[in-house]
């Protein structure tokens, strides 16, 4: 009886140190990387013709999804909390992708080819990308 | 014919007039929220707003669920999952009018107080919203703030975590400067 209460307790015992391993590494689960993700490679202009032709179809297909898109560099500018935010052309002159940099400064230029790797949040205006960075 | 000049002077100022509606937008407005938990405060915000701001006091803010930011993933991910379901529901809205526009003016600084009523969409439902905010006015920059609460019980919001590990209503904030 005695032994059995002692396997009892320990069992507890681990059960709680696992638990509370499980839980604190849950809780401290890494925020998401869209470096170490592999990207769905698009161009920019198939991208937002895929959204505009359906939201909901291109949704399921991009939304969430780390994304790899190339494009041409139409505006830089940053956002308030001063990252840097790059806009790519697509084939309608509205609307494009529409891209907020991990990063507060970047190198790039206006009318540059480039590609750009970020997380699809969906479309307003544009197509959005967000933690996005510069591959090439 | 003086009175032929008079109506088309009218008519001329009138339509003048219509058109310096000057609309303020932006792409990257700002709105947070905050809320209170036992285990932890919940705060995320997001950076890529949509919004419009007309002279005539007509105002709109579109975003995507799914552009909030959380410094906590799991909190990020149980938002999106289990709150909010943001692959059914990606984008929010709220749409509506500054009744005492007639109080900002737009070609002089300052800083004035906003009374805005409108309809917020969240998570599929769409209910009235009142609240009071401010904007500034300073040189061509506008810029709109207002802070209001959001009872999660309006918007159907009930995930299957929600008992008592987080508050009934939350804070919301926005800080959206225009173009």
């Keep these: 009886m005695n032994s059995k209460l002692r396997i009892l307790i320990i069992l507890l015992l681990i059960f709680i140190v696992v638990g509370s391993a499980v839980a604190y590494f849950l809780w401290n689960k890494p925020q998401r990387n869209v470096e170490n993700e592999k990207g769905i490679e698009v161009t920019a202009a ?4 895929e959204y505009q032709a359906n939201e909901a179809d291109a949704n399921k297909k991009y ?10 560099i139409t505006e830089i500018k940053s956002n308030q909390e001063g990252n840097s935010t790059v806009m790519l052309a697509s084939d309608d002159a509205f609307t494009g992708v529409l891209c907020t940099l991990k990063h507060k400064t970047t190198d790039a230029n ?4 480039i590609v750009i790797k970020g997380i699809c949040s969906g479309m307003l205006t544009d197509v959005r990308l967000r933690e996005a960075v510069i591959v090439k | 014919m003086k009175r032929i ?5 009218i008519i001329v100022i009138a339509a003048l007039s219509v058109n310096a509606q000057k609309i303020y937008s932006t ?5 947070s929220f905050f809320s209170n938990a036992p285990l932890e405060d919940i705060e995320a915000r997001n950076s890529e707003v949509e919004s ?11 975003l995507l669920m799914k552009g909030f930011q959380f410094k906590n993933q799991l909190m990020e991910d149980h938002f999106n999952e289990n709150y909010l379901e943001s692959s059914k529901y990606p984008k929010s809205d709220f749409k509506g009018i500054i009744t005492n526009i007639k109080d900002i003016n737009f070609s ?10 409108g309809a917020l969409t969240i998570h599929g439902v769409t209910k009235g919203v009142e609240t009071d905010g401010i904007v500034e006015v300073r040189g061509r920059k506008v810029t709109a703030r207002t802070k209001f609460n959001v009872a999660l019980k309006d918007y159907s919001i009930s995930g299957s975590q929600i008992g008592k590990k987080i508050a009934e209503t939350v804070a919301v904030t926005v800080e959206t400067d225009y173009e």
């Design chain 1, 110 to 113: 206006s009318g540059a080819a």
């Design chain 2, 27 to 31: 792409k990257m407005g700002k709105i």
């Design chain 2, 108 to 117: 002089k600084d300052g800083i004035y107080p906003a009374h805005v009523k």
């Design chain 2, 5 to 9: 000049f008079l109506v088309i002077a």
């Design chain 1, 46 to 49: 198939q991208l937002v013709k």
């Design chain 2, 52 to 62: 419009k701001l007309a002279q005539n006091g007509q105002v709109i803010f579109v």
């Design chain 1, 63 to 72: 939304l969430d999804k780390a994304i790899q898109v190339t494009g041409t």
